[in-house]
Protein backbone atom coordinates (compact mmCIF):
# COMPACT_ATOMS: atom_id res chain seq x y z
CA UNK A 1 0.00 0.00 0.00
CA UNK A 2 1.59 3.20 -0.74
CA UNK A 3 0.94 6.41 0.47
CA UNK A 4 0.82 10.02 -0.25
CA UNK A 5 0.64 13.62 1.68
CA UNK A 6 1.08 15.51 -1.34
CA UNK A 7 -1.29 15.85 -4.54
CA UNK A 8 1.97 16.28 -7.20
CA UNK A 9 2.79 12.61 -6.06
CA UNK A 10 -0.33 11.29 -6.07
CA UNK A 11 -1.63 12.58 -9.50
CA UNK A 12 1.78 11.44 -11.16
CA UNK A 13 1.56 7.76 -9.29
CA UNK A 14 -2.13 7.99 -10.64
CA UNK A 15 -1.40 8.87 -14.52
CA UNK A 16 0.85 6.10 -14.97
CA UNK A 17 -1.88 3.65 -13.56
CA UNK A 18 -4.12 4.75 -16.07
CA UNK A 19 -1.98 4.60 -18.80
CA UNK A 20 -1.52 1.21 -18.16
CA UNK A 21 -5.45 1.10 -18.31
CA UNK A 22 -5.91 0.51 -14.68
CA UNK A 23 -9.39 1.91 -13.45
CA UNK A 24 -9.61 3.42 -10.01
CA UNK A 25 -11.99 3.25 -7.38
CA UNK A 26 -12.37 5.80 -4.93
CA UNK A 27 -13.28 5.99 -1.13
CA UNK A 28 -13.35 9.28 0.08
CA UNK A 29 -13.33 9.29 4.11
CA UNK A 30 -12.61 11.43 7.36
CA UNK A 31 -10.79 8.49 8.96
CA UNK A 32 -11.62 6.70 12.01
CA UNK A 33 -12.48 4.05 9.83
CA UNK A 34 -15.41 1.65 11.03
CA UNK A 35 -16.42 -1.90 9.32
CA UNK A 36 -19.03 0.70 7.43
CA UNK A 37 -15.93 2.51 5.73
CA UNK A 38 -14.41 -1.20 5.00
CA UNK A 39 -17.92 -2.09 3.30
CA UNK A 40 -17.39 0.82 0.60
CA UNK A 41 -13.16 -0.35 0.42
CA UNK A 42 -14.56 -4.41 -0.13
CA UNK A 43 -16.78 -2.82 -2.89
CA UNK A 44 -14.11 -0.89 -4.24
CA UNK A 45 -11.40 -2.87 -3.95
CA UNK A 46 -14.13 -5.95 -5.93
CA UNK A 47 -14.88 -3.38 -8.56
CA UNK A 48 -11.61 -2.01 -9.99
CA UNK A 49 -7.86 -2.80 -10.67
CA UNK A 50 -6.88 0.09 -7.91
CA UNK A 51 -8.47 1.58 -4.72
CA UNK A 52 -7.88 4.79 -3.34
CA UNK A 53 -8.79 5.65 0.19
CA UNK A 54 -8.46 9.24 0.73
CA UNK A 55 -8.38 10.20 4.65
CA UNK A 56 -9.08 13.77 5.36
CA UNK A 57 -10.83 15.71 8.20
CA UNK A 58 -12.20 18.80 5.99
CA UNK A 59 -12.79 21.77 8.20
CA UNK A 60 -14.88 23.41 5.64
CA UNK A 61 -17.91 20.93 6.51
CA UNK A 62 -18.07 21.49 10.31
CA UNK A 63 -20.55 24.14 11.23
CA UNK A 64 -19.58 23.33 15.19
CA UNK A 65 -15.87 24.08 15.72
CA UNK A 66 -15.72 21.72 18.98
CA UNK A 67 -17.24 18.69 16.96
CA UNK A 68 -13.67 19.45 14.57
CA UNK A 69 -11.83 19.71 17.49
CA UNK A 70 -13.13 16.26 19.13
CA UNK A 71 -14.11 14.02 15.82
CA UNK A 72 -12.15 11.00 16.49
CA UNK A 73 -8.14 10.89 14.63
CA UNK A 74 -6.89 7.26 14.48
CA UNK A 75 -4.59 7.03 11.58
CA UNK A 76 -2.14 4.46 12.78
CA UNK A 77 -5.20 1.92 12.91
CA UNK A 78 -6.89 3.00 10.10
CA UNK A 79 -3.58 2.67 7.90
CA UNK A 80 -3.55 -1.05 9.12
CA UNK A 81 -7.30 -1.61 8.41
CA UNK A 82 -7.17 -0.29 4.82
CA UNK A 83 -3.70 -2.74 4.15
CA UNK A 84 -5.69 -5.24 5.50
CA UNK A 85 -8.64 -4.22 3.56
CA UNK A 86 -6.37 -4.24 0.26
CA UNK A 87 -6.81 -0.98 -0.65
CA UNK A 88 -3.77 0.26 -2.50
CA UNK A 89 -3.59 3.89 -2.08
CA UNK A 90 -3.95 6.34 0.85
CA UNK A 91 -4.23 10.03 0.74
CA UNK A 92 -3.42 11.82 3.73
CA UNK A 93 -3.32 15.11 2.75
CA UNK A 94 -2.74 18.33 5.29
CA UNK A 95 -5.13 21.23 5.12
CA UNK A 96 -2.75 23.71 3.40
CA UNK A 97 -2.13 20.94 0.33
CA UNK A 98 -5.88 21.13 -0.35
CA UNK A 99 -7.10 24.61 0.29
CA UNK A 100 -5.82 27.88 -0.52
CA UNK A 101 -5.58 30.48 1.45
CA UNK A 102 -7.69 32.90 -0.82
CA UNK A 103 -9.85 30.59 -2.02
CA UNK A 104 -13.22 31.94 -3.23
CA UNK A 105 -15.16 29.33 -4.96
CA UNK A 106 -18.27 27.72 -3.28
CA UNK A 107 -20.99 25.72 -4.46
CA UNK A 108 -24.49 26.38 -4.32
CA UNK A 109 -26.99 22.81 -3.37
CA UNK A 110 -30.02 24.67 -3.95
CA UNK A 111 -32.74 23.36 -1.67
CA UNK A 112 -30.56 20.38 -0.79
CA UNK A 113 -29.15 23.13 1.22
CA UNK A 114 -32.30 24.04 3.15
CA UNK A 115 -33.50 20.71 4.44
CA UNK A 116 -32.47 17.81 6.80
CA UNK A 117 -28.49 18.43 7.43
CA UNK A 118 -28.57 21.16 5.83
CA UNK A 119 -31.15 23.29 8.05
CA UNK A 120 -29.57 21.97 10.77
CA UNK A 121 -25.52 22.41 9.82
CA UNK A 122 -25.48 25.31 7.87
CA UNK A 123 -22.71 25.40 5.36
CA UNK A 124 -21.95 21.63 5.85
CA UNK A 125 -22.80 20.59 2.27
CA UNK A 126 -20.57 23.40 0.58
CA UNK A 127 -18.21 22.05 2.27
CA UNK A 128 -18.80 18.48 1.14
CA UNK A 129 -19.46 19.75 -2.27
CA UNK A 130 -15.84 21.52 -2.44
CA UNK A 131 -13.67 18.89 -1.32
CA UNK A 132 -15.36 16.15 -3.08
CA UNK A 133 -15.25 18.04 -6.18
CA UNK A 134 -11.36 18.94 -5.21
CA UNK A 135 -10.89 15.21 -4.83
CA UNK A 136 -12.51 13.85 -8.09
CA UNK A 137 -10.69 16.40 -9.84
CA UNK A 138 -7.39 15.24 -8.14
CA UNK A 139 -8.26 11.58 -8.02
CA UNK A 140 -9.88 11.01 -11.13
CA UNK A 141 -11.08 7.34 -10.61
CA UNK A 142 -13.87 5.80 -12.63
CA UNK A 143 -15.53 4.61 -9.96
CA UNK A 144 -16.65 6.33 -6.58
CA UNK A 145 -18.17 5.09 -3.44
CA UNK A 146 -20.59 6.56 -1.04
CA UNK A 147 -22.69 5.15 1.92
CA UNK A 148 -26.38 5.55 1.95
CA UNK A 149 -25.72 6.31 5.78
CA UNK A 150 -25.20 9.70 4.61
CA UNK A 151 -28.15 9.78 2.33
CA UNK A 152 -28.42 13.22 1.75
CA UNK A 153 -24.67 13.50 1.03
CA UNK A 154 -25.01 10.84 -1.45
CA UNK A 155 -28.13 12.53 -3.37
CA UNK A 156 -25.80 15.68 -3.39
CA UNK A 157 -22.69 14.05 -4.71
CA UNK A 158 -24.84 12.48 -7.26
CA UNK A 159 -26.06 15.86 -8.62
CA UNK A 160 -22.45 17.47 -8.20
CA UNK A 161 -21.24 14.73 -10.47
CA UNK A 162 -24.19 14.64 -12.73
CA UNK A 163 -24.74 18.40 -13.34
CA UNK A 164 -20.88 19.13 -13.62
CA UNK A 165 -20.44 16.31 -15.73
CA UNK A 166 -17.26 14.32 -13.58
CA UNK A 167 -17.12 11.10 -15.74
CA UNK A 168 -17.46 9.11 -12.65
CA UNK A 169 -19.74 6.29 -11.93
CA UNK A 170 -21.28 6.62 -8.10
CA UNK A 171 -21.83 4.05 -6.56
CA UNK A 172 -24.32 3.48 -3.15
CA UNK A 173 -23.55 1.13 -0.49
CA UNK A 174 -25.71 -0.39 2.19
CA UNK A 175 -25.21 0.87 5.76
CA UNK A 176 -23.48 -1.03 8.14
CA UNK A 177 -24.71 -1.66 11.70
CA UNK A 178 -23.99 -3.12 14.87
CA UNK A 179 -25.74 -6.40 15.90
CA UNK A 180 -27.91 -3.87 18.22
CA UNK A 181 -29.19 -1.73 15.26
CA UNK A 182 -26.96 1.63 15.77
CA UNK A 183 -25.31 2.57 12.57
CA UNK A 184 -21.52 2.45 12.43
CA UNK A 185 -20.04 6.15 12.37
CA UNK A 186 -16.59 7.37 13.69
CA UNK A 187 -19.07 9.94 15.94
CA UNK A 188 -20.16 6.49 18.24
CA UNK A 189 -16.41 6.55 19.52
CA UNK A 190 -17.36 9.54 21.62
CA UNK A 191 -20.28 7.92 23.08
CA UNK A 192 -20.16 6.37 26.61
CA UNK A 193 -21.27 2.88 27.03
CA UNK A 194 -24.69 4.09 28.48
CA UNK A 195 -24.94 6.41 25.60
CA UNK A 196 -24.15 4.19 23.06
CA UNK A 197 -27.16 1.96 24.32
CA UNK A 198 -29.68 4.88 24.13
CA UNK A 199 -28.23 5.79 20.72
CA UNK A 200 -30.14 2.00 19.45
CA UNK A 201 -33.65 4.45 20.08
CA UNK A 202 -32.74 5.89 16.60
CA UNK A 203 -33.16 2.82 14.82
CA UNK A 204 -35.61 1.40 17.23
CA UNK A 205 -37.89 4.10 15.96
CA UNK A 206 -37.04 4.09 12.50
CA UNK A 207 -38.20 0.66 12.87
CA UNK A 208 -41.06 1.57 14.31
CA UNK A 209 -42.36 4.37 12.45
CA UNK A 210 -41.54 1.79 8.80
CA UNK A 211 -43.94 -0.93 10.62
CA UNK A 212 -46.38 1.95 10.93
CA UNK A 213 -46.41 3.02 7.96
CA UNK A 214 -46.63 -0.36 6.45
CA UNK A 215 -49.82 -0.62 8.33
CA UNK A 216 -51.45 1.76 7.00
CA UNK A 217 -51.16 4.75 9.03
CA UNK A 218 -50.84 7.99 7.85
CA UNK A 219 -47.75 10.27 7.61
CA UNK A 220 -48.64 13.05 10.32
CA UNK A 221 -49.68 9.93 13.05
CA UNK A 222 -46.93 8.40 12.42
CA UNK A 223 -44.76 11.64 12.70
CA UNK A 224 -46.65 12.32 15.59
CA UNK A 225 -45.81 9.21 17.36
CA UNK A 226 -42.35 9.31 16.89
CA UNK A 227 -42.14 12.88 18.19
CA UNK A 228 -44.16 11.74 20.89
CA UNK A 229 -41.71 8.76 21.51
CA UNK A 230 -38.48 11.36 21.64
CA UNK A 231 -40.30 14.29 24.24
CA UNK A 232 -40.42 11.40 26.52
CA UNK A 233 -37.11 10.12 25.99
CA UNK A 234 -35.01 12.17 28.23
CA UNK A 235 -31.43 11.16 26.89
CA UNK A 236 -32.20 12.33 23.22
CA UNK A 237 -32.68 15.57 21.72
CA UNK A 238 -34.51 14.71 18.35
CA UNK A 239 -33.55 17.23 15.50
CA UNK A 240 -35.81 16.16 13.07
CA UNK A 241 -37.53 13.13 11.63
CA UNK A 242 -38.62 13.16 7.76
CA UNK A 243 -40.47 10.86 5.39
CA UNK A 244 -38.74 11.64 1.84
CA UNK A 245 -38.55 10.76 -1.70
CA UNK A 246 -35.29 8.72 -1.80
CA UNK A 247 -34.24 10.79 -5.07
CA UNK A 248 -35.24 14.57 -4.37
CA UNK A 249 -35.32 14.09 -0.40
CA UNK A 250 -38.59 16.30 -0.28
CA UNK A 251 -41.03 15.33 1.63
CA UNK A 252 -43.70 13.42 0.64
CA UNK A 253 -47.35 13.63 1.31
CA UNK A 254 -48.84 10.20 0.44
CA UNK A 255 -46.99 6.33 -0.19
CA UNK A 256 -48.01 4.00 -3.50
CA UNK A 257 -46.29 0.48 -2.32
CA UNK A 258 -43.45 0.51 -3.83
CA UNK A 259 -42.53 3.92 -4.06
CA UNK A 260 -38.63 5.05 -2.71
CA UNK A 261 -39.06 6.49 0.37
CA UNK A 262 -36.99 6.82 3.03
CA UNK A 263 -37.06 7.42 6.69
CA UNK A 264 -34.58 9.87 7.72
CA UNK A 265 -33.36 11.03 11.25
CA UNK A 266 -31.16 12.92 13.10
CA UNK A 267 -30.67 14.42 17.00
CA UNK A 268 -28.50 14.71 20.22
CA UNK A 269 -27.31 11.76 22.28
CA UNK A 270 -25.78 13.88 25.31
CA UNK A 271 -23.21 16.13 22.98
CA UNK A 272 -22.50 13.40 19.95
CA UNK A 273 -24.85 14.23 17.01
CA UNK A 274 -25.68 10.95 15.22
CA UNK A 275 -27.93 10.64 12.16
CA UNK A 276 -29.56 7.24 9.99
CA UNK A 277 -32.11 6.54 8.01
CA UNK A 278 -34.05 3.57 6.41
CA UNK A 279 -36.03 2.68 3.72
CA UNK A 280 -39.46 1.96 3.64
CA UNK A 281 -39.96 -1.10 0.99
P1 LIG B 1 -17.00 9.67 6.83
O1 LIG B 1 -15.63 9.17 7.19
O2 LIG B 1 -17.95 9.73 7.98
O3 LIG B 1 -16.93 10.95 6.04
O4 LIG B 1 -17.62 8.60 5.85
C1 LIG B 1 -16.95 8.20 4.68
C2 LIG B 1 -17.88 7.37 3.85
O5 LIG B 1 -18.28 6.20 4.58
C3 LIG B 1 -19.18 8.10 3.47
O6 LIG B 1 -19.52 7.79 2.13
C4 LIG B 1 -20.17 7.52 4.44
O7 LIG B 1 -21.50 7.58 3.98
C5 LIG B 1 -19.67 6.10 4.57
N1 LIG B 1 -20.17 5.49 5.81
C6 LIG B 1 -20.11 6.00 7.06
N2 LIG B 1 -20.72 5.19 7.94
C7 LIG B 1 -21.19 4.13 7.23
C8 LIG B 1 -21.91 2.94 7.57
N3 LIG B 1 -22.29 2.68 8.82
N4 LIG B 1 -22.22 2.07 6.58
C9 LIG B 1 -21.85 2.33 5.29
N5 LIG B 1 -21.15 3.44 4.91
C10 LIG B 1 -20.83 4.32 5.87
Not at 68 to 93: H, M, Q, S, W
Request: proline share 2%.
Amino acid sequence: MNTFKEIKSLVQHLNSKRLEGKTIGFVPTMGALHNGHLKLIDASVKGNDITVCSIFINPTQFNNPDDLKKYPRTLENDLLELEKAGCDIVFTPEVSEVYLENRIVSFNFGYLEEIMEGKFRPGHFKGVGLVVAKLFNIVKPHRAYFGKKDLQQLVLIQKLAEELNFDIDIKAIETEREASGLAMSSRNERLSAEERREAIFFYKSLQNAKRMLLEGKNIEEVKNVVFWDFQENKHIALEYFEIVDTHSLREVANIQRGDDVSLCIAGYVGKVRLIDNISLF
